[in-house]
């Protein structure tokens, strides 16, 4: 096992597929969940679809992406509702931003195009959460640090795992990418009393230009 761990290391260390530091700005989508979450009678919990934006570096001599990205990530729900009040729709709507660090190993290169597989970890700090409840065209929120709800996320860091695959294109001096991650948390968050955990499956593009020519434009 030493000796993968050595390899990856290596190859992570070994200079980066673009031989230059890139600072690219990236955009996307994301489908969360909650591990642990049961659906009650007449009750329908859905996946949270939300945008995603940050910004990342690769440095020079590193096979790595080191970035912040501003999250959403909770979860949908609908109760069924009687004939004179109709359906109650909503959910938890947690943000956050992440701080991530990622190796990023070349599988295919050609033609100044890049595949790579990503892998590595995020530390998450929650910057505002709330759960969200509509009924009849009426929406209220509150927050979820408010003492009758039993819900542990405001004030807490995230910590997850993530994995993925992307590929970046050379046009010009920039360099496109897309890659889809996904991620699962290792510490639980208390909703209800039952522990649960973000699990969030991401797509996002970017563009980049080398550090060098970023800072000229500046000048």
Do not use: Q
Request: charged content about 15%.
């Amino acid at each position: 096992m030493h000796k993968v761990v050595a390899f990856i290391a290596l190859l992570t260390f070994a200079g980066n597929a673009h031989g230059e530091a890139i600072v690219m700005a990236h955009a996307g989508m994301s489908r969360s969940t909650m591990t642990n979450i049961t659906p009650g009678r007449g009750e329908t919990v859905n996946p949270r679809i939300a945008p995603l934006f940050g910004a990342s570096i690769e440095p020079m001599g590193f096979h790595a992406l080191f970035g912040a990205t501003i999250t959403n990530k909770g979860i949908d729900a609908t109760v069924r509702g009687d004939a004179i009040l109709g359906n109650f729709s909503g959910g938890i709507r947690a943000r956050y931003v992440e701080l991530s660090g990622l190796g990023k190993i070349p599988i295919h290169e050609d033609n100044n195009t890049i595949a790579y597989i990503l892998g590595g970890g995020f530390a998450g700090i929650e910057v505002g959460c709330n759960v969200r409840a509509r009924i009849r065209g009426v929406s209220a929120d509150v927050d979820c640090d408010h003492p009758d709800l039993n819900v542990s996320i405001t004030g807490t860091s995230r910590f997850a795992l993530v994995g993925g695959l992307g590929v970046s294109k050379k046009v010009g001096n920039a360099w496109l990418s897309w890659d889809v991650t996904y991620s699962h948390d290792t510490n639980p968050i208390l909703l209800d009393g039952e522990e649960t955990n973000h699990r969030t499956l991401s797509s996002k593009v970017g563009i980049g230009f080398p550090l060098a020519l970023s800072a000229r434009g500046k000048r």
